[in-house]
T-cell receptor, first 114, second 112 residues
């Protein structure tokens, strides 16, 4: 079974630029999550999708971050414009349902904002 | 107060010893509790989950949950150098939608 795929793996941009990350969840997983993990901290949930609907985006900085999952499969997370404090690893995870199902993580995208 | 708190470590134990990792959480409505292992530069991987008060054993790992004290722990018996990693405690269920809240993690080093 293929795992969660993410791209790119690494990205370096300058502040005020825009960046987008892509995630393809495990086939059949209805729930998709985006996390931000700053160095030395645990992952912080940014947004949770159930199919193509948003379940929780309470911790998403909506003035600069946006995410979509239009067809209920893959998803993109965008930052526009980026700030220095956005430097982090962006993890995508998926699970079979929105209950208490195990979340499987992708390899992450490491973003450096200069 | 952070939702999930862990000692950042580093925790260092000799090979073969028992490593004890602790976690407290603030939301009494939390319903399920997870331990993830994260090697440097890698993504988290699930080790164990526990829902009910008491102990749950899986091989060398034992998770312990005390909901009254809002405390969950992970014991690693016969620690091996390959267990050296950051261990993340996570809780969910307070909002009923599998929204995971993670602690900052405890860095464990097992010395040969």
């Amino acid at each position: 079974e293929a795992g969660v795929a993410q791209s790119p793996r690494y990205k370096i941009i300058e502040k005020r630029q825009s960046v987008a990350f892509w995630c393809n969840p495990i086939s059949g997983h209805a729930t998709l999550y985006w996390y931000q993990q700053i160095l030395g901290q645990g992952p912080k949930l940014l947004i949770q999708f159930q199919n193509n609907g948003v379940v929780d985006d309470s911790q998403l900085p909506k003035d600069r971050f946006s995410a979509e999952r239009l067809k209920g499969v893959d998803s993109t997370l965008k930052i526009q414009p980026a700030k220095l404090e956005d430097s982090a690893v962006y993890l995508c995870a998926s699970s079979t349902s929105g209950g208490f199902a195990e979340q499987f993580f992708g390899p992450g995208t490491r973003l450096t904002v200069l | 107060q952070k939702e999930v708190e862990q000692n950042s470590g580093p925790l260092s134990v000799p090979e073969g010893a028992i490593a004890s990792l602790n976690c407290t959480y603030s939301d009494r409505g939390s319903q399920s509790f997870f331990w993830y292992r994260q090697y440097s530069g890698k993504s988290p991987e699930l080790i164990m989950f526990i829902y009910s008060n008491g102990d749950k054993e899986d091989g060398r790992f034992t998770a312990q949950l005390n909901k009254a004290s809002q405390y969950v722990s992970l014991l690693i018996r016969d620690s091996q150098p390959s267990d050296s990693a950051t261990y993340l405690c996570a809780v969910n269920g307070a909002r009923g939608n599998n929204d995971m809240r993670f602690g900052a993690g405890t860095r464990l080093t097992v010395k040969p």
